[in-house]
Protein backbone atom coordinates (compact mmCIF):
# COMPACT_ATOMS: atom_id res chain seq x y z
CA UNK A 1 0.00 0.00 0.00
CA UNK A 2 1.10 3.57 -0.75
CA UNK A 3 2.01 5.43 2.60
CA UNK A 4 3.42 8.66 0.65
CA UNK A 5 2.57 11.74 2.25
CA UNK A 6 4.45 13.78 -0.61
CA UNK A 7 3.18 16.24 -2.42
CA UNK A 8 2.75 14.27 -5.22
CA UNK A 9 0.36 11.58 -3.50
CA UNK A 10 -2.91 9.98 -5.07
CA UNK A 11 -5.10 12.22 -3.22
CA UNK A 12 -2.81 15.71 -4.83
CA UNK A 13 -3.83 14.45 -8.08
CA UNK A 14 -7.70 13.98 -6.94
CA UNK A 15 -7.91 16.94 -5.12
CA UNK A 16 -7.09 20.18 -5.81
CA UNK A 17 -7.97 23.90 -4.45
CA UNK A 18 -11.44 23.87 -5.72
CA UNK A 19 -12.30 21.20 -7.87
CA UNK A 20 -12.43 17.45 -7.26
CA UNK A 21 -12.16 14.33 -9.19
CA UNK A 22 -15.40 12.75 -10.56
CA UNK A 23 -13.90 9.40 -9.50
CA UNK A 24 -13.43 9.96 -5.80
CA UNK A 25 -17.56 8.90 -5.94
CA UNK A 26 -17.31 5.77 -8.03
CA UNK A 27 -13.85 4.44 -7.62
CA UNK A 28 -14.42 1.09 -5.46
CA UNK A 29 -10.76 0.85 -4.45
CA UNK A 30 -11.01 4.45 -2.79
CA UNK A 31 -14.29 3.21 -1.48
CA UNK A 32 -12.47 0.46 0.79
CA UNK A 33 -10.01 3.24 1.37
CA UNK A 34 -12.56 5.24 3.12
CA UNK A 35 -13.87 2.51 4.87
CA UNK A 36 -10.37 1.80 6.93
CA UNK A 37 -9.64 5.98 7.16
CA UNK A 38 -12.59 7.54 7.81
CA UNK A 39 -15.20 4.81 8.71
CA UNK A 40 -12.99 2.67 10.77
CA UNK A 41 -10.93 5.21 12.37
CA UNK A 42 -12.31 8.72 13.18
CA UNK A 43 -15.33 9.08 15.59
CA UNK A 44 -18.97 8.09 13.77
CA UNK A 45 -22.26 8.94 15.35
CA UNK A 46 -23.83 5.76 15.86
CA UNK A 47 -27.32 6.59 18.19
CA UNK A 48 -28.76 8.35 21.08
CA UNK A 49 -29.50 6.91 24.40
CA UNK A 50 -32.94 7.71 24.23
CA UNK A 51 -33.47 4.63 21.73
CA UNK A 52 -32.39 2.41 24.33
CA UNK A 53 -34.11 4.04 27.57
CA UNK A 54 -34.53 0.99 29.65
CA UNK A 55 -31.75 -1.38 31.43
CA UNK A 56 -31.15 -4.55 28.61
CA UNK A 57 -32.83 -2.71 25.61
CA UNK A 58 -30.44 -3.09 22.21
CA UNK A 59 -30.77 -1.62 19.16
CA UNK A 60 -28.41 -2.80 15.93
CA UNK A 61 -26.44 -0.20 14.17
CA UNK A 62 -23.54 0.35 11.80
CA UNK A 63 -19.97 1.95 11.44
CA UNK A 64 -19.27 1.79 8.16
CA UNK A 65 -19.83 -1.72 6.93
CA UNK A 66 -19.81 -3.26 9.81
CA UNK A 67 -22.65 -3.94 12.18
CA UNK A 68 -22.69 -3.15 15.58
CA UNK A 69 -25.22 -3.49 18.48
CA UNK A 70 -25.80 -0.35 21.26
CA UNK A 71 -26.80 -2.27 24.37
CA UNK A 72 -27.70 -0.44 27.99
CA UNK A 73 -26.41 -3.19 30.20
CA UNK A 74 -28.35 -4.00 33.50
CA UNK A 75 -26.32 -1.57 35.45
CA UNK A 76 -27.29 1.41 33.03
CA UNK A 77 -24.19 1.56 31.12
CA UNK A 78 -24.14 1.75 27.19
CA UNK A 79 -22.06 -0.51 25.30
CA UNK A 80 -21.13 -1.02 21.53
CA UNK A 81 -19.94 -4.45 20.38
CA UNK A 82 -20.06 -6.24 17.16
CA UNK A 83 -22.27 -8.31 16.07
CA UNK A 84 -20.18 -11.49 15.35
CA UNK A 85 -19.74 -14.70 17.25
CA UNK A 86 -15.93 -15.03 18.58
CA UNK A 87 -16.86 -19.21 17.98
CA UNK A 88 -17.17 -19.33 14.43
CA UNK A 89 -18.47 -15.76 13.33
CA UNK A 90 -21.63 -16.10 13.42
CA UNK A 91 -24.25 -13.25 14.32
CA UNK A 92 -25.25 -13.54 17.11
CA UNK A 93 -28.20 -10.62 17.07
CA UNK A 94 -31.04 -10.55 14.37
CA UNK A 95 -33.19 -8.31 15.44
CA UNK A 96 -33.75 -5.08 15.05
CA UNK A 97 -34.18 -3.99 18.75
CA UNK A 98 -35.27 -5.51 21.88
CA UNK A 99 -34.70 -5.97 25.44
CA UNK A 100 -32.40 -8.89 26.41
CA UNK A 101 -30.21 -9.36 29.16
CA UNK A 102 -27.95 -11.87 26.62
CA UNK A 103 -27.38 -13.17 23.49
CA UNK A 104 -27.37 -16.51 22.51
CA UNK A 105 -25.84 -17.15 19.10
CA UNK A 106 -28.27 -19.72 16.98
CA UNK A 107 -25.62 -21.85 15.48
CA UNK A 108 -23.80 -23.40 18.80
CA UNK A 109 -25.39 -21.61 21.61
CA UNK A 110 -22.60 -19.48 22.86
CA UNK A 111 -24.08 -17.53 25.33
CA UNK A 112 -22.80 -13.39 25.83
CA UNK A 113 -24.08 -10.98 28.02
CA UNK A 114 -25.21 -7.71 26.94
CA UNK A 115 -21.97 -6.32 28.11
CA UNK A 116 -20.36 -8.80 25.59
CA UNK A 117 -18.94 -10.51 27.95
CA UNK A 118 -18.76 -14.49 27.31
CA UNK A 119 -21.45 -16.41 30.06
CA UNK A 120 -21.81 -20.18 28.77
CA UNK A 121 -21.43 -22.64 25.89
CA UNK A 122 -22.82 -26.00 25.61
CA UNK A 123 -20.74 -28.76 26.33
CA UNK A 124 -17.66 -27.07 28.11
CA UNK A 125 -15.94 -29.89 28.81
CA UNK A 126 -15.01 -29.73 24.94
CA UNK A 127 -12.51 -27.23 25.67
CA UNK A 128 -8.93 -27.77 27.07
CA UNK A 129 -9.41 -24.79 29.58
CA UNK A 130 -12.00 -22.01 29.97
CA UNK A 131 -12.71 -19.73 27.34
CA UNK A 132 -15.07 -17.49 29.13
CA UNK A 133 -11.88 -15.32 29.91
CA UNK A 134 -10.09 -14.79 27.24
CA UNK A 135 -13.73 -14.90 24.66
CA UNK A 136 -16.70 -11.98 24.02
CA UNK A 137 -17.79 -10.03 21.46
CA UNK A 138 -15.57 -7.66 20.46
CA UNK A 139 -16.32 -4.03 21.64
CA UNK A 140 -16.13 -0.92 19.75
CA UNK A 141 -12.32 0.31 20.42
CA UNK A 142 -13.52 3.56 21.76
CA UNK A 143 -17.16 4.70 22.76
CA UNK A 144 -18.00 8.26 24.37
CA UNK A 145 -21.09 10.15 24.59
CA UNK A 146 -21.68 13.94 24.47
CA UNK A 147 -25.30 14.96 25.60
CA UNK A 148 -26.62 11.74 24.73
CA UNK A 149 -25.02 11.42 21.04
CA UNK A 150 -23.33 8.20 21.07
CA UNK A 151 -20.04 8.06 19.26
CA UNK A 152 -18.25 5.16 18.46
CA UNK A 153 -14.39 4.55 16.94
CA UNK A 154 -13.08 1.69 15.76
CA UNK A 155 -9.23 2.97 16.37
CA UNK A 156 -7.93 2.01 19.68
CA UNK A 157 -6.02 6.02 19.41
CA UNK A 158 -6.97 9.51 18.37
CA UNK A 159 -7.98 12.49 19.06
CA UNK A 160 -11.01 12.60 21.92
CA UNK A 161 -14.59 13.03 20.76
CA UNK A 162 -14.55 16.18 22.20
CA UNK A 163 -11.48 17.24 20.05
CA UNK A 164 -13.17 16.31 17.06
CA UNK A 165 -16.17 18.01 17.30
CA UNK A 166 -14.45 21.39 18.09
CA UNK A 167 -16.72 24.11 17.66
CA UNK A 168 -19.31 22.16 16.31
CA UNK A 169 -20.53 21.22 19.93
CA UNK A 170 -21.82 24.29 20.35
CA UNK A 171 -24.16 22.92 17.63
CA UNK A 172 -25.36 19.87 19.33
CA UNK A 173 -25.82 22.05 22.94
CA UNK A 174 -27.81 23.85 20.94
CA UNK A 175 -29.92 21.59 19.88
CA UNK A 176 -30.74 20.21 23.24
CA UNK A 177 -30.84 23.56 24.48
CA UNK A 178 -33.95 24.22 21.91
CA UNK A 179 -35.62 21.16 24.72
CA UNK A 180 -37.45 22.51 28.15
CA UNK A 181 -36.02 20.08 30.15
CA UNK A 182 -32.53 20.09 27.99
CA UNK A 183 -32.64 16.85 26.11
CA UNK A 184 -33.67 15.46 22.88
CA UNK A 185 -35.35 12.06 22.60
CA UNK A 186 -35.67 9.81 19.25
CA UNK A 187 -38.27 8.02 19.89
CA UNK A 188 -40.36 7.50 16.99
CA UNK A 189 -38.35 5.08 14.94
CA UNK A 190 -36.65 5.88 11.84
CA UNK A 191 -37.80 5.89 8.04
CA UNK A 192 -35.17 4.21 5.93
CA UNK A 193 -34.46 5.90 2.39
CA UNK A 194 -31.92 4.29 0.31
CA UNK A 195 -30.27 6.13 -2.87
CA UNK A 196 -28.25 4.94 -5.38
CA UNK A 197 -25.40 7.55 -4.84
CA UNK A 198 -22.19 7.60 -3.08
CA UNK A 199 -22.53 8.72 0.52
CA UNK A 200 -20.30 11.99 0.24
CA UNK A 201 -22.53 13.34 -1.84
CA UNK A 202 -25.06 13.05 0.92
CA UNK A 203 -22.67 14.96 3.20
CA UNK A 204 -21.64 17.79 0.66
CA UNK A 205 -25.86 18.65 -0.07
CA UNK A 206 -26.62 18.59 3.75
CA UNK A 207 -25.39 21.90 3.92
CA UNK A 208 -25.76 23.23 0.35
CA UNK A 209 -27.38 26.21 0.29
CA UNK A 210 -27.08 26.64 -3.24
CA UNK A 211 -29.46 24.25 -4.25
CA UNK A 212 -32.97 24.47 -1.92
CA UNK A 213 -34.47 27.39 -4.18
CA UNK A 214 -34.04 24.96 -7.50
CA UNK A 215 -34.35 21.52 -6.30
CA UNK A 216 -37.12 22.29 -4.00
CA UNK A 217 -39.17 24.73 -6.09
CA UNK A 218 -42.18 22.67 -6.57
CA UNK A 219 -42.93 22.31 -2.67
CA UNK A 220 -41.57 25.92 -1.90
CA UNK A 221 -44.06 27.03 -4.59
CA UNK A 222 -47.71 25.15 -3.11
CA UNK A 223 -46.64 25.14 0.78
CA UNK A 224 -46.20 28.53 0.87
CA UNK A 225 -43.22 27.84 2.95
CA UNK A 226 -41.09 31.08 4.04
CA UNK A 227 -37.68 28.87 4.10
CA UNK A 228 -37.02 29.26 0.49
CA UNK A 229 -36.19 32.89 0.45
CA UNK A 230 -33.51 32.22 3.37
CA UNK A 231 -31.24 30.49 0.62
CA UNK A 232 -30.45 33.27 -1.25
CA UNK A 233 -27.95 34.94 -2.33
CA UNK A 234 -29.18 38.59 -0.92
CA UNK A 235 -29.96 36.68 2.69
CA UNK A 236 -28.34 37.18 5.65
CA UNK A 237 -27.85 33.74 6.15
CA UNK A 238 -24.19 32.05 6.14
CA UNK A 239 -22.66 28.71 6.06
CA UNK A 240 -19.75 27.88 8.32
CA UNK A 241 -17.15 25.30 8.51
CA UNK A 242 -16.22 23.97 12.09
CA UNK A 243 -13.27 22.19 11.37
CA UNK A 244 -12.91 18.34 10.65
CA UNK A 245 -15.24 18.00 8.04
CA UNK A 246 -18.18 19.21 10.68
CA UNK A 247 -20.11 22.51 8.64
CA UNK A 248 -23.61 24.17 9.08
CA UNK A 249 -26.35 26.38 7.53
CA UNK A 250 -26.58 28.98 9.73
CA UNK A 251 -30.64 31.00 9.59
CA UNK A 252 -29.83 32.94 12.32
CA UNK A 253 -29.50 36.37 11.40
CA UNK A 254 -32.56 36.08 9.62
CA UNK A 255 -34.68 34.91 12.05
CA UNK A 256 -33.47 37.38 14.31
CA UNK A 257 -34.17 40.23 12.19
CA UNK A 258 -37.69 39.23 12.64
CA UNK A 259 -37.28 38.26 16.18
CA UNK A 260 -40.45 36.35 16.63
CA UNK A 261 -40.03 33.47 18.62
CA UNK A 262 -40.84 29.40 16.70
CA UNK A 263 -40.62 31.59 13.25
CA UNK A 264 -37.73 29.01 12.25
CA UNK A 265 -40.63 26.51 12.52
CA UNK A 266 -42.85 27.75 10.86
CA UNK A 267 -45.45 28.90 13.58
CA UNK A 268 -45.88 31.06 16.48
CA UNK A 269 -45.55 30.83 20.12
CA UNK A 270 -49.07 31.67 20.58
CA UNK A 271 -49.97 27.74 19.14
CA UNK A 272 -47.59 26.19 21.13
CA UNK A 273 -48.09 27.90 24.09
CA UNK A 274 -47.36 24.62 26.54
CA UNK A 275 -43.83 24.82 25.09
CA UNK A 276 -43.24 28.40 25.42
CA UNK A 277 -44.19 28.48 28.85
CA UNK A 278 -41.78 25.24 30.00
CA UNK A 279 -38.83 27.40 28.02
CA UNK A 280 -40.02 30.38 29.98
CA UNK A 281 -39.75 28.14 33.21
CA UNK A 282 -36.44 26.85 32.34
CA UNK A 283 -34.53 29.54 30.60
CA UNK A 284 -36.21 32.82 31.92
CA UNK A 285 -38.34 35.09 29.56
CA UNK A 286 -34.67 36.46 28.14
CA UNK A 287 -33.08 33.40 27.28
CA UNK A 288 -35.98 31.02 25.99
CA UNK A 289 -37.04 34.12 24.02
CA UNK A 290 -33.66 34.16 21.98
CA UNK A 291 -33.47 29.99 22.08
CA UNK A 292 -36.48 30.18 20.37
CA UNK A 293 -35.97 32.72 18.20
CA UNK A 294 -32.96 31.00 16.90
CA UNK A 295 -34.14 27.45 16.80
CA UNK A 296 -32.88 24.44 15.99
CA UNK A 297 -29.67 25.07 13.44
CA UNK A 298 -28.68 22.79 10.10
CA UNK A 299 -25.52 21.09 11.41
CA UNK A 300 -23.49 18.32 9.64
CA UNK A 301 -21.18 16.08 11.90
CA UNK A 302 -18.85 14.36 9.67
CA UNK A 303 -19.28 11.58 8.30
CA UNK A 304 -22.42 10.52 8.96
CA UNK A 305 -24.68 13.13 11.65
CA UNK A 306 -26.67 15.70 10.37
CA UNK A 307 -29.38 17.53 12.02
CA UNK A 308 -31.52 19.37 9.90
CA UNK A 309 -33.48 21.78 12.26
CA UNK A 310 -36.65 19.35 13.25
CA UNK A 311 -34.93 16.12 11.79
CA UNK A 312 -31.89 13.92 12.66
CA UNK A 313 -30.47 12.17 9.97
CA UNK A 314 -27.58 9.45 9.79
CA UNK A 315 -25.69 8.54 6.52
CA UNK A 316 -25.21 4.76 6.26
CA UNK A 317 -22.80 3.54 3.01
CA UNK A 318 -23.47 0.41 1.62
CA UNK A 319 -20.86 0.25 -0.92
CA UNK A 320 -19.42 2.66 -3.70
CA UNK A 321 -22.78 3.82 -4.96
CA UNK A 322 -25.09 3.06 -2.31
CA UNK A 323 -26.02 4.81 0.90
CA UNK A 324 -29.02 4.70 3.02
CA UNK A 325 -30.24 7.80 5.30
CA UNK A 326 -31.92 6.75 8.49
CA UNK A 327 -34.29 9.73 9.25
CA UNK A 328 -36.47 10.64 12.24
CA UNK A 329 -38.14 13.57 13.79
CA UNK A 330 -36.53 15.42 16.81
CA UNK A 331 -38.42 14.94 19.71
CA UNK A 332 -38.00 17.84 23.09
CA UNK A 333 -38.45 15.74 26.45
CA UNK A 334 -41.33 17.46 27.94
CA UNK A 335 -42.48 19.44 24.85
CA UNK A 336 -45.29 16.81 23.56
CA UNK A 337 -47.51 19.64 21.53
CA UNK A 338 -44.17 20.66 18.88
CA UNK A 339 -43.18 17.06 19.22
CA UNK A 340 -46.39 16.42 17.55
CA UNK A 341 -45.61 19.40 14.98
CA UNK A 342 -42.28 17.68 14.72
CA UNK A 343 -43.38 14.38 13.79
CA UNK A 344 -45.70 15.36 11.41
CA UNK A 345 -43.77 18.10 9.50
CA UNK A 346 -40.83 15.30 9.30
CA UNK A 347 -43.48 12.39 7.56
CA UNK A 348 -44.52 15.06 5.05
CA UNK A 349 -40.98 16.30 4.16
CA UNK A 350 -38.57 13.60 4.29
CA UNK A 351 -38.25 9.43 4.11
CA UNK A 352 -39.17 7.62 0.88
CA UNK A 353 -41.86 9.45 -0.34
CA UNK A 354 -41.12 12.83 1.57
CA UNK A 355 -41.82 16.42 -0.26
CA UNK A 356 -38.01 17.23 0.10
CA UNK A 357 -36.05 14.30 0.20
CA UNK A 358 -37.86 12.31 -2.66
CA UNK A 359 -36.33 15.54 -5.14
CA UNK A 360 -32.92 15.38 -2.82
CA UNK A 361 -32.85 11.79 -3.94
CA UNK A 362 -32.89 12.34 -7.48
CA UNK A 363 -30.00 14.81 -7.41
CA UNK A 364 -27.60 12.04 -5.52
CA UNK A 365 -28.77 9.56 -8.30
CA UNK A 366 -28.36 11.90 -10.76
CA UNK A 367 -24.75 13.38 -9.94
CA UNK A 368 -24.32 9.41 -9.20
CA UNK A 369 -25.03 8.80 -12.70
CA UNK A 370 -23.10 11.91 -14.11
CA UNK A 371 -19.97 11.60 -12.15
CA UNK A 372 -18.97 8.32 -13.97
CA UNK A 373 -19.19 9.82 -17.03
CA UNK A 374 -15.54 11.31 -18.94
CA UNK A 375 -16.06 14.59 -19.76
CA UNK A 376 -15.54 17.16 -18.26
CA UNK A 377 -13.60 14.80 -15.58
CA UNK A 378 -13.86 17.51 -12.36
CA UNK A 379 -16.16 18.94 -10.21
CA UNK A 380 -16.02 22.94 -10.00
CA UNK A 381 -16.45 24.11 -6.23
CA UNK A 382 -15.49 27.09 -6.53
CA UNK A 383 -18.54 29.38 -5.74
CA UNK A 384 -17.87 32.09 -3.10
CA UNK A 385 -14.37 31.47 -2.91
CA UNK A 386 -13.41 34.71 -3.48
CA UNK A 387 -15.20 35.84 0.01
CA UNK A 388 -15.14 33.04 2.39
CA UNK A 389 -13.40 34.95 5.55
CA UNK A 390 -12.15 33.47 8.99
CA UNK A 391 -14.21 33.98 12.44
CA UNK A 392 -12.40 35.04 15.63
CA UNK A 393 -13.09 31.32 17.06
CA UNK A 394 -11.43 29.86 13.32
CA UNK A 395 -14.58 29.20 11.71
CA UNK A 396 -14.61 29.87 8.40
CA UNK A 397 -17.61 32.03 7.45
CA UNK A 398 -19.57 31.74 3.49
CA UNK A 399 -22.40 33.36 1.81
CA UNK A 400 -25.47 30.73 2.35
CA UNK A 401 -25.12 29.96 -1.32
CA UNK A 402 -21.82 29.06 -1.43
CA UNK A 403 -19.72 25.59 -1.83
CA UNK A 404 -17.71 26.46 1.03
CA UNK A 405 -18.59 23.77 3.41
CA UNK A 406 -17.62 21.36 -0.21
CA UNK A 407 -14.16 22.95 -0.56
CA UNK A 408 -12.88 22.85 3.15
CA UNK A 409 -14.62 19.07 3.63
CA UNK A 410 -12.30 17.93 1.25
CA UNK A 411 -8.95 19.17 2.43
CA UNK A 412 -10.61 17.46 5.20
CA UNK A 413 -10.76 14.49 3.29
CA UNK A 414 -7.41 14.44 1.89
CA UNK A 415 -5.86 14.68 5.26
CA UNK A 416 -7.42 11.73 6.38
CA UNK A 417 -7.11 9.84 3.14
CA UNK A 418 -3.41 10.86 3.61
CA UNK A 419 -2.39 9.02 6.54
CA UNK A 420 -0.35 6.37 7.05
CA UNK B 1 -72.58 -14.89 -0.90
CA UNK B 2 -75.57 -13.66 -1.29
CA UNK B 3 -76.53 -11.78 -4.63
CA UNK B 4 -76.26 -8.34 -2.87
CA UNK B 5 -73.11 -9.33 -1.50
CA UNK B 6 -71.37 -10.20 -4.93
CA UNK B 7 -73.19 -6.90 -6.71
CA UNK B 8 -71.10 -5.34 -3.78
CA UNK B 9 -68.04 -7.04 -4.69
CA UNK B 10 -68.15 -6.31 -8.18
CA UNK B 11 -68.71 -2.62 -7.42
CA UNK B 12 -66.03 -2.45 -4.77
CA UNK B 13 -63.80 -4.26 -7.09
CA UNK B 14 -64.96 -1.72 -10.23
CA UNK B 15 -63.75 1.40 -8.25
CA UNK B 16 -60.70 -0.14 -7.47
CA UNK B 17 -59.57 -1.32 -10.35
CA UNK B 18 -60.08 2.28 -11.27
CA UNK B 19 -58.19 4.06 -8.76
CA UNK B 20 -55.36 1.64 -9.71
CA UNK B 21 -55.57 2.95 -13.53
CA UNK B 22 -55.80 6.61 -12.71
CA UNK B 23 -52.64 5.58 -10.51
CA UNK B 24 -50.77 4.11 -13.04
CA UNK B 25 -52.00 6.92 -15.65
CA UNK B 26 -50.68 9.82 -13.11
CA UNK B 27 -54.26 11.22 -13.29
CA UNK B 28 -53.93 13.03 -10.31
CA UNK B 29 -56.75 15.46 -10.42
CA UNK B 30 -59.22 12.53 -10.60
CA UNK B 31 -57.60 9.90 -8.39
CA UNK B 32 -57.82 13.28 -5.63
CA UNK B 33 -61.71 13.28 -6.10
CA UNK B 34 -61.94 9.50 -5.28
CA UNK B 35 -61.18 10.92 -1.53
CA UNK B 36 -63.49 11.89 0.97
CA UNK B 37 -63.23 15.36 2.86
CA UNK B 38 -61.83 13.48 6.26
CA UNK B 39 -59.58 10.98 4.06
CA UNK B 40 -56.30 9.55 5.64
CA UNK B 41 -54.14 8.04 3.66
CA UNK B 42 -51.36 6.35 5.12
CA UNK B 43 -48.38 4.39 4.36
CA UNK B 44 -46.67 2.97 7.64
CA UNK B 45 -42.90 1.94 8.22
CA UNK B 46 -41.66 -0.35 10.59
CA UNK B 47 -44.67 -2.98 10.61
CA UNK B 48 -48.40 -2.96 9.95
CA UNK B 49 -49.91 -0.92 12.57
CA UNK B 50 -47.00 1.27 14.69
CA UNK B 51 -49.73 4.08 15.99
CA UNK B 52 -48.86 7.11 13.13
CA UNK B 53 -49.86 9.22 15.72
CA UNK B 54 -46.38 8.88 17.30
CA UNK B 55 -44.27 6.57 14.94
CA UNK B 56 -42.78 7.43 11.69
CA UNK B 57 -45.06 6.44 9.06
CA UNK B 58 -43.85 6.66 5.16
CA UNK B 59 -47.02 8.81 4.41
CA UNK B 60 -49.86 9.62 7.20
CA UNK B 61 -51.90 12.28 4.82
CA UNK B 62 -54.88 14.25 6.01
CA UNK B 63 -56.94 15.08 3.30
CA UNK B 64 -55.15 18.80 3.22
CA UNK B 65 -51.52 17.41 2.79
CA UNK B 66 -52.79 14.88 0.45
CA UNK B 67 -54.07 17.89 -1.48
CA UNK B 68 -50.57 19.08 -1.65
CA UNK B 69 -49.01 15.77 -2.69
CA UNK B 70 -51.05 16.30 -5.50
CA UNK B 71 -50.48 20.25 -6.40
CA UNK B 72 -46.55 19.58 -6.17
CA UNK B 73 -47.02 17.38 -8.89
CA UNK B 74 -49.05 19.92 -11.07
CA UNK B 75 -45.88 22.08 -10.17
CA UNK B 76 -43.89 20.49 -13.40
CA UNK B 77 -41.00 20.93 -10.79
CA UNK B 78 -41.59 17.56 -8.86
CA UNK B 79 -38.18 16.12 -10.44
CA UNK B 80 -37.85 12.93 -8.87
CA UNK B 81 -41.36 12.23 -10.96
CA UNK B 82 -39.66 13.81 -14.17
CA UNK B 83 -39.62 12.00 -16.15
CA UNK B 84 -42.77 10.03 -14.51
CA UNK B 85 -42.56 6.61 -13.57
CA UNK B 86 -43.58 3.94 -15.71
CA UNK B 87 -46.23 2.48 -13.65
CA UNK B 88 -48.09 -0.97 -13.46
CA UNK B 89 -49.83 -2.26 -11.10
CA UNK B 90 -52.45 -5.55 -10.43
CA UNK B 91 -54.45 -5.78 -8.12
CA UNK B 92 -55.96 -8.84 -6.61
CA UNK B 93 -57.58 -10.71 -3.46
CA UNK B 94 -60.39 -8.25 -3.00
CA UNK B 95 -62.19 -8.87 0.28
CA UNK B 96 -64.79 -7.16 1.72
CA UNK B 97 -64.15 -7.40 5.58
CA UNK B 98 -66.94 -5.97 6.75
CA UNK B 99 -69.02 -3.12 7.65
CA UNK B 100 -67.72 0.06 10.12
CA UNK B 101 -69.73 2.94 11.10
CA UNK B 102 -70.84 4.34 7.61
CA UNK B 103 -67.49 3.09 6.05
CA UNK B 104 -67.29 -0.98 4.36
CA UNK B 105 -63.84 -2.25 4.74
CA UNK B 106 -62.17 -3.65 2.22
CA UNK B 107 -58.89 -5.62 1.59
CA UNK B 108 -56.61 -6.15 -1.02
CA UNK B 109 -53.02 -6.77 -2.72
CA UNK B 110 -51.26 -4.59 -5.20
CA UNK B 111 -48.20 -5.96 -6.96
CA UNK B 112 -46.82 -2.48 -8.32
CA UNK B 113 -43.47 -2.20 -11.03
CA UNK B 114 -42.04 0.99 -11.34
CA UNK B 115 -39.32 1.69 -13.96
CA UNK B 116 -38.37 4.37 -13.48
CA UNK B 117 -34.52 6.45 -14.19
CA UNK B 118 -33.13 4.59 -11.19
CA UNK B 119 -34.15 1.32 -12.79
CA UNK B 120 -36.55 -0.86 -11.74
CA UNK B 121 -38.37 -1.36 -8.55
CA UNK B 122 -41.25 -4.23 -7.73
CA UNK B 123 -43.14 -2.98 -4.58
CA UNK B 124 -45.47 -5.65 -3.27
CA UNK B 125 -48.14 -4.28 -0.39
CA UNK B 126 -51.30 -4.91 1.16
CA UNK B 127 -53.66 -2.19 1.11
CA UNK B 128 -57.13 -2.12 3.35
CA UNK B 129 -60.24 0.69 2.50
CA UNK B 130 -62.04 2.61 3.93
CA UNK B 131 -65.05 3.19 1.02
CA UNK B 132 -68.09 5.46 1.77
CA UNK B 133 -71.26 6.01 -0.34
CA UNK B 134 -71.07 9.18 -1.13
CA UNK B 135 -73.74 10.79 -3.67
CA UNK B 136 -74.31 7.03 -5.15
CA UNK B 137 -70.16 7.16 -5.76
CA UNK B 138 -67.78 5.00 -3.93
CA UNK B 139 -65.10 7.36 -2.42
CA UNK B 140 -62.34 6.26 0.07
CA UNK B 141 -62.25 7.76 3.67
CA UNK B 142 -58.87 5.98 4.15
CA UNK B 143 -56.26 4.00 2.92
CA UNK B 144 -53.64 1.99 4.50
CA UNK B 145 -50.63 0.57 2.41
CA UNK B 146 -48.61 -2.02 3.94
CA UNK B 147 -45.79 -2.59 1.95
CA UNK B 148 -44.49 -6.12 2.61
CA UNK B 149 -40.52 -4.55 2.79
CA UNK B 150 -41.36 -1.48 4.98
CA UNK B 151 -38.85 -2.70 7.47
CA UNK B 152 -36.01 -2.17 5.17
CA UNK B 153 -34.41 0.41 3.40
CA UNK B 154 -36.96 1.75 0.62
CA UNK B 155 -35.97 3.63 -2.69
CA UNK B 156 -37.35 6.95 -3.29
CA UNK B 157 -41.09 6.39 -3.36
CA UNK B 158 -42.71 9.37 -5.09
CA UNK B 159 -45.65 8.24 -7.20
CA UNK B 160 -49.10 7.55 -6.08
CA UNK B 161 -48.94 4.16 -4.12
Redesign the interface.
Known amino acids: MDTTTTTDSKWDRLIRPEYVHGSLYTDEAIFREELEKIWYRTWVYVGHVSEIPNPNDYVLKTIGLEEVIMTRDREGQINLLHNRCPHRGNRVCVK ?1 EGNARSFTCAYHGWNFGNDGALKGYPYPSGYPDDKRKELGLGKVARMSIYKGFVFGSLAADGPTLEEHLGPARAALDNVCANSPEGEIELN ?9 ANWKLLVENETDGYHPQV ?1 H ?3 F ?3 QSGIGPLYNEAADSVTRYFGNGHSELDLRPEFRKFNEPMRWFGTSASRLPDYVSKMNARYGEQKAHEIMVDGVRHVMIFPNLFIAEIQLFVLQPLSVSET ?1 QH ?3 LQFKGAPDLN ?1 RM ?2 Q ?3 SV ?3 G ?1 LL ?2 D ?3 Y ?2 TQAGVAQRNPEWLYLGRGSHRERVEDDGCVIGNVTDDMPSRHLWKHYKSLMEAA | MTQDQMLQLMEVSQFIYQEARLQDEHRYDEWERLWTDDAIYW ?1 P ?2 GDD ?1 D ?10 NRS ?1 LG ?2 V ?2 FY ?6 QMPQSRLCRVVSNIEVLGQEDEDLRVRANAIVFESH ?3 EVLWACTNTYHLRRLDGQWRMARKKVVLANN ?8 FL ?1
Open positions: RTGFLQHKVKTASIEVAVVTARRQTMGGPAFADAEMER | VANLPEACMSIIYDRLRKQTGKRHTTRGHSALYTMSV
